[in-house]
């Protein structure tokens, strides 16, 4: 057998465990699933840094047991617990809270460049222009009267 096959996960099914998966609620099945998403992500992004364990307990003054549990993908992380791994490890917090599947994904988003610049005049209405406009004084706020303004000009 190739090592490749000999690392490979079996896959393994069990009425008792099918009977205990159902049991989850999916709720809690929703928080596993960020936690260990967060975990895997941390993990990734140490390893793209080149930063281990040891190196980011200290970088955020904590105990390297701390990150073990955090890498372990049971922690119920905090926003600040994250804020302050997003920013040592150089990303969002978004990026720690999404699967790579999701990180692959094509954006929704489509970018347009420009390549040429154009000058716009400030455009000036038909019905108002400052210049040509006669100057009245208002003496009094219109009326409305029947959907009609009645007006009071000097």
Known sequence: MTMAKM????????????????SIPP???????YRMTIAARIDDYMREAGI????????????????TKWLS???N??????????FELKVSIAD????????TKKP??????????????NP??????????PSYAMTKEPEILYGKQKENYA
Request: charged share 30%; proline share 4%.
């Open 7 to 22: 690392n490979r996960a079996r896959k393994y099914t069990s009425s008792i465990i099918e009977e205990i998966l159902k």
């Open 27 to 33: 709720l809690e099945k929703e928080r596993t699933k």
């Open 52 to 67: 281990n364990k040891t190196e980011l307990a200290r970088r955020l003054s904590k105990n390297p047991s701390e990150i």
């Open 73 to 75: 993908g049971t922690h």
């Open 77 to 86: 992380f905090t926003i600040d617990t994250l804020t302050e791994i997003a």
């Open 96 to 103: 720690l809270c999404m699967s790579k599947k999701e990180m």
């Open 108 to 121: 929704d988003v489509t970018f347009i460049q420009i390549t040429d610049t154009v000058s716009v005049k």
């Open 124 to 133: 000036t209405t038909p019905w108002f222009d400052p210049a040509t406009m």
